[in-house]
């Protein structure tokens, strides 16, 4: 069992920058992918990033250069260092972690979520 809490949201104006936490719970949380995902209002939950176990990372499109993902299996955490934000980043950005292999943007294989946490960048 895993347990996953995110802090770190704000309100923050373009350009600007955050950095979202995810401390996680159990003692096998470094074997666990990462993901980080967002959803925006009406929108479907997209997967942002992901860390695997061996710290091999993917990005979505949109945010590559912008984005970093990161993990301290010591402190069971992982984190997302956020800059250039644009309006369209405003989202709730949720972690989440699984085991296995298969697709990382599919979003019912991760078993564990986290609440969430706001993001809203403004123009």
């Known amino acids: 069992q895993v347990q996953l809490v995110e802090s770190g949201g704000g309100l923050v104006q373009a350009g600007g920058s955050l950095r979202l936490s995810c401390a996680g719970s159990?003692?096998?949380?470094?074997?666990?992918?990462m993901g980080w995902f967002r959803q925006a209002p009406e929108k479907q939950r997209e997967l942002v990033a992901v860390i695997t176990s061996g710290r091999v990372t993917h990005y979505e499109d949109s945010v590559k250069g912008r984005f970093t993902v990161s993990r301290d299996n010591a402190k069971n955490a992982v984190f997302l260092e956020m800059n250039s934000l644009k309006p369209e980043d405003t989202a709730v950005y949720y972690c989440a972690a699984r085991m296995g292999t298969g697709r990382f943007d599919y979003t019912p294989s991760y078993d564990y979520w986290g609440q969430g946490t706001q993001v809203t960048v403004s123009s």
């Open positions: 159990g003692r096998t949380f470094s074997t666990y992918i």
